[in-house]
């Protein structure tokens, strides 16, 4: 079956970085679009950012643009987000999603709580 | 950015009732538009996609319908667990974005 699982998580000072890994299996991770959402405490979902199945196109929201870096390693069936200068509004709860057949978000991991605070 | 509004903010509804759930967008999202459904502490569910189609096992009590800036998530029957939240999100134009989200409560 489908399984999506976010690590590296915590607690980190404002203008740090973090990177969160996303360790794919059951499905063919190659051939498909990944992406990352993400849920302030309380709050509703934001979407983050895109990767094609190649690793060649990616999208981002205004609210990361040049600060966060999307990627894969197809490899590994491993999907990363490198968050750099972080600040206390990037905390949340990142969930890893697939990109599904329709192009919507069809399997989702369990999330990773990231919280920035000095 | 298309902004998604979601209405009511809450339904309180009894187990066994109709719930109808509205999405307005700020512009044309033709149909894709997506809905989902978000219990406490799990990540959310796809039911809806391209407005009216379900996902893989998701009950035939929920459905959705609309095109273009109005959508619509019905739940023809409410089980226990489906006083929950649900929210919607569109694919339309870059960014990608979501409603607010409505809870459904029970009465």
């Known amino acids: 079956q489908v399984r999506l699982v976010e690590s590296g998580g915590g607690v980190v000072r404002p203008g740090r970085s973090l990177r969160l890994p996303c360790a794919a299996s059951?499905?063919?991770?190659?051939?498909?679009?990944m992406h990352w959402v993400r849920q302030a405490p309380g709050k509703g979902l934001e979407w983050v950012a895109l990767?094609?199945?190649?690793?060649?196109?990616?999208y981002y929201a205004d609210s990361v643009k040049g600060r966060f870096t999307i990627s894969r390693d197809n490899s590994k069936n491993t999907l990363y987000l490198q968050m750099n200068s972080l600040r206390a509004e990037d905390t949340a709860v990142y969930y890893c999603?697939?990109?599904?057949?329709?192009?919507?978000?069809?399997?989702w991991g369990q999330g990773t709580l990231v919280t920035v605070s000095s | 950015e298309i902004v998604l509004t979601q209405s009511p903010a809450t339904l309180s509804l009894s187990p066994g009732e109709r719930a109808t759930l509205s999405c307005r967008a700020s512009?044309?999202?033709?149909?894709?538009l997506a809905w989902y459904q978000q219990k406490p502490g799990q990540a959310p569910r796809l039911l809806i996609y391209?407005?009216?189609n379900r996902a893989t096992d998701i009950p035939a009590r929920f459905s959705g319908s609309g095109s273009g800036t109005d959508f619509t998530l019905t739940i023809s029957s409410l089980e226990p667990e489906d006083f929950v939240v649900y929210y919607c999100?569109?694919?339309?134009?870059?960014?990608?974005?979501f409603g607010q989200g409505t809870k459904v409560e029970i009465k």
């Open positions: 512009q044309s999202v033709s149909a894709y």
């Open positions: 999603a697939r990109g599904g057949d329709h192009r919507y978000f069809d399997y």
């Open positions: 059951g499905f063919a991770f190659s051939s498909y679009a």
């Open positions: 990767i094609s199945y190649e690793g060649s196109d990616k």
């Open positions: 999100q569109q694919r339309s134009n870059w960014p990608w974005t």
């Open positions: 391209d407005a009216s």
